[in-house]
Nanobody
Protein backbone atom coordinates (compact mmCIF):
# COMPACT_ATOMS: atom_id res chain seq x y z
CA UNK A 1 0.00 0.00 0.00
CA UNK A 2 1.07 3.55 -0.74
CA UNK A 3 -0.34 6.68 0.87
CA UNK A 4 -0.17 10.07 -0.82
CA UNK A 5 -0.59 13.36 1.01
CA UNK A 6 -1.01 16.50 -1.08
CA UNK A 7 -0.69 20.12 -0.07
CA UNK A 8 -0.42 23.57 -1.62
CA UNK A 9 -3.71 24.20 -3.38
CA UNK A 10 -5.72 27.38 -2.99
CA UNK A 11 -7.10 30.48 -4.62
CA UNK A 12 -4.85 32.61 -6.81
CA UNK A 13 -5.36 35.43 -9.26
CA UNK A 14 -4.68 34.96 -12.98
CA UNK A 15 -0.99 35.25 -13.66
CA UNK A 16 -0.11 34.09 -10.17
CA UNK A 17 1.79 31.06 -8.95
CA UNK A 18 1.20 28.07 -6.71
CA UNK A 19 3.32 25.13 -5.69
CA UNK A 20 1.80 21.72 -5.02
CA UNK A 21 3.55 19.03 -3.00
CA UNK A 22 2.80 15.34 -2.67
CA UNK A 23 4.54 13.05 -0.21
CA UNK A 24 4.35 9.30 -0.68
CA UNK A 25 4.76 6.78 2.10
CA UNK A 26 4.36 3.06 2.54
CA UNK A 27 5.62 0.39 0.14
CA UNK A 28 7.59 2.63 -2.19
CA UNK A 29 9.45 0.99 -5.06
CA UNK A 30 12.70 2.51 -6.23
CA UNK A 31 11.49 2.60 -9.83
CA UNK A 32 8.22 4.47 -10.13
CA UNK A 33 6.43 7.32 -11.80
CA UNK A 34 4.82 10.16 -9.88
CA UNK A 35 2.65 12.78 -11.40
CA UNK A 36 -0.21 15.22 -11.24
CA UNK A 37 -3.60 14.93 -12.86
CA UNK A 38 -6.47 17.38 -12.73
CA UNK A 39 -10.19 17.26 -13.12
CA UNK A 40 -12.37 20.27 -13.78
CA UNK A 41 -16.15 20.19 -13.25
CA UNK A 42 -17.84 18.27 -16.05
CA UNK A 43 -14.56 17.15 -17.57
CA UNK A 44 -12.50 14.00 -17.50
CA UNK A 45 -9.40 13.67 -15.40
CA UNK A 46 -6.34 14.55 -17.43
CA UNK A 47 -2.60 14.26 -17.05
CA UNK A 48 -0.86 17.51 -16.18
CA UNK A 49 2.70 16.28 -15.75
CA UNK A 50 4.59 13.20 -14.63
CA UNK A 51 8.16 12.37 -13.75
CA UNK A 52 9.98 9.07 -13.45
CA UNK A 53 12.28 8.16 -10.58
CA UNK A 54 15.07 8.73 -13.10
CA UNK A 55 13.97 12.29 -13.69
CA UNK A 56 12.29 12.06 -17.08
CA UNK A 57 9.34 14.44 -17.20
CA UNK A 58 6.39 14.82 -19.54
CA UNK A 59 3.86 17.63 -19.69
CA UNK A 60 0.46 18.28 -21.15
CA UNK A 61 0.69 20.75 -24.02
CA UNK A 62 -1.58 23.15 -22.15
CA UNK A 63 0.94 23.62 -19.32
CA UNK A 64 4.28 23.44 -21.13
CA UNK A 65 6.42 26.46 -20.34
CA UNK A 66 4.29 27.39 -17.32
CA UNK A 67 4.42 24.37 -15.01
CA UNK A 68 7.47 22.49 -13.77
CA UNK A 69 7.40 19.09 -12.13
CA UNK A 70 10.25 17.94 -9.90
CA UNK A 71 10.88 15.34 -7.24
CA UNK A 72 13.07 14.46 -4.31
CA UNK A 73 13.54 10.70 -4.33
CA UNK A 74 15.04 10.66 -0.83
CA UNK A 75 11.79 12.18 0.47
CA UNK A 76 9.47 10.34 -1.95
CA UNK A 77 8.01 13.73 -2.73
CA UNK A 78 6.91 15.28 -6.01
CA UNK A 79 6.29 18.96 -6.62
CA UNK A 80 4.39 20.93 -9.22
CA UNK A 81 5.41 24.55 -9.61
CA UNK A 82 2.62 26.35 -11.44
CA UNK A 83 3.36 29.79 -12.87
CA UNK A 84 1.32 32.17 -15.03
CA UNK A 85 -1.85 30.46 -13.93
CA UNK A 86 -4.97 30.86 -16.02
CA UNK A 87 -8.65 30.50 -15.11
CA UNK A 88 -8.75 27.33 -17.21
CA UNK A 89 -6.24 25.77 -14.82
CA UNK A 90 -8.97 25.70 -12.18
CA UNK A 91 -9.53 22.09 -11.14
CA UNK A 92 -8.99 19.53 -8.44
CA UNK A 93 -5.40 18.36 -8.74
CA UNK A 94 -4.60 14.76 -7.87
CA UNK A 95 -1.24 13.26 -7.10
CA UNK A 96 -0.54 9.89 -8.65
CA UNK A 97 2.04 7.23 -7.83
CA UNK A 98 2.52 4.30 -10.16
CA UNK A 99 4.77 1.27 -9.90
CA UNK A 100 2.93 -2.04 -10.10
CA UNK A 101 -0.47 -0.43 -9.49
CA UNK A 102 -1.54 3.21 -9.40
CA UNK A 103 -2.39 5.10 -6.23
CA UNK A 104 -4.15 8.43 -5.92
CA UNK A 105 -4.11 11.26 -3.45
CA UNK A 106 -7.28 12.82 -2.08
CA UNK A 107 -7.01 15.84 -4.36
CA UNK A 108 -6.39 19.51 -3.73
CA UNK A 109 -8.44 22.36 -5.15
CA UNK A 110 -6.75 24.98 -7.31
CA UNK A 111 -8.89 27.98 -8.21
CA UNK A 112 -7.64 30.70 -10.52
CA UNK A 113 -9.93 33.69 -10.37
CA UNK A 114 -9.87 37.43 -9.95
Amino acid sequence: QVQLVESGGGLVQPGGSLRLSCAASGSIRSINVMGWYRQAPGKQRELVASITSGGIAVYADSVKGRFTISRENAKNTVYLQMNRLKPEDTAVYYCNYAARVPYWGQGTQVTVSS
